[in-house]
């Protein structure tokens, strides 16, 4: 059974720091790209960060370029998102996805989501 636990999301002041974790399980997860998605009260959700499965290439949205990171550890089935310099407008829920194939049939699957919130 597939599973994606997000965790490490709360409250935090304007400036500060928060990290995400994502622990997967259930697929080859090596072969999966990794990526962070966040959905604030009456939007869309949006891409924030992703991490190719091979070569652990990067991309970001322009929103966040230069103040969030996102990494993944293979060995621990994990990927994560260090959120530094946190602003009001971060504030949403942040979902985890992986998206790979099984054989040929594309896959995609989502966690439940971690509540962060900006706010002195």
């Known amino acids: 059974q597939v599973q994606l636990v997000e965790s490490g999301g709360g409250l935090v002041q304007p400036g500060g720091s928060l990290s995400l974790s994502c622990a997967a399980s259930g697929f080859t997860f090596s072969s999966y790209a990794m990526s962070w998605y966040r959905q604030a009260p009456g939007k869309d959700r949006e891409l924030v960060a992703i991490i190719a499965s091979a070569l652990f290439s990067t991309d970001y949205a322009d929103s966040v370029k230069g103040r969030f990171t996102i990494s993944r550890d293979n060995s621990k089935n994990t990927v994560y998102l260090q959120m530094n310099s946190l602003k009001p407008e971060d504030t949403a829920v942040y979902y985890c996805?992986?998206?790979?194939?099984?054989?040929?049939?594309?896959?995609?699957?989502w966690g439940q989501g971690t509540q962060v919130t900006v706010s002195s």
């Open positions: 996805n992986a998206a790979g194939r099984l054989g040929a049939r594309p896959m995609s699957y």
